[in-house]
């Protein structure tokens, strides 16, 4: 009796301790397995944005794929495409836009999708965010959130601005649509481009102050 006594402790504890052992092990493959997800995740995400690969130049004065993108209507400025939605997977895409049209701009709109940010080379402009309005000129940027009203209109007599979208949406396919058109289109038909693009006109155009 005292024999067996003393045989099950040992062999329970023994029992217990290989199933601790067991049981750590998991653990740590486990918590592998759960360390290596997100550098695997990372591997995948850089593959699915790294669209091209490489690097490339565009030339000061040329504009990528579109050439130059004259625009009818809203201004008659020229816009080149310096980084497009094709090159980034949607993320962004920059235009470098040369302004010929003072006291012209855009009618107040929104982008239901995208921030956008502006960055003057040349000359002057007037915006509206929101509420508020301001006078740029070279070496000033400004940040236009979605969903907040604005517009701007040319001050100077020339100007040059680069101007990002984030993410790209479908500013590349507006632009192209506003040069190819054949006359100065009407408000009604500037609002319709305007919706079909993810935008909304919701005011007239700003008025230099």
């Known amino acids: 009796m005292k024999e067996n006594q003393w045989r099950r402790p040992i062999w329970t504890s023994l029992h ?23 550098l695997a ?4 995400s850089q593959k699915e944005t790294s669209v091209m690969g490489k690097g490339f130049k565009i030339s000061t004065g040329e504009g990528r794929i579109h050439g130059h993108l004259k625009l009818k209507g809203v201004n008659s400025n ?3 495409l310096k980084v497009s939605g094709k090159d980034t997977n949607g993320e962004l895409s920059i235009f470098e836009q040369t302004s010929i049209s003072p006291g012209r701009g855009t009618p107040l709109h929104i982008h239901h999708f995208q921030d956008e940010i502006f960055f003057v080379i040349e000359g002057e402009y007037y915006f509206q965010v929101g509420e508020d ?14 969903k907040i ?6 001050v100077s007599e020339k100007g040059k601005m680069t101007v990002t979208f984030q993410p790209a ?8 649509t ?17 919706a079909e ?3 909304q006109v919701v005011g007239p155009p700003l008025k230099i102050i």
């Open 133 to 146: 309005k301001y006078r740029l000129s070279v070496g000033d940027s400004i940040f236009l959130p979605r």
């Open 169 to 176: 949406g479908k500013m590349e396919e507006f632009f192209v």
């Open 178 to 194: 506003m040069a190819g058109l054949k006359d100065e289109p009407l408000a009604e038909e500037i609002a319709r481009i305007f």
């Open 78 to 80: 020229i816009l080149d």
């Open 16 to 38: 217990y301790t290989r199933y601790q052992i067991m049981k750590r092990n998991s653990f740590i493959v486990a918590l592998l397995g759960l360390s290596a997800a997100p």
């Open 197 to 199: 693009n993810e935008m």
């Open 149 to 154: 009203p604005h517009a701007w209109t040319q």
């Open 41 to 44: 995740f990372g591997i995948q």
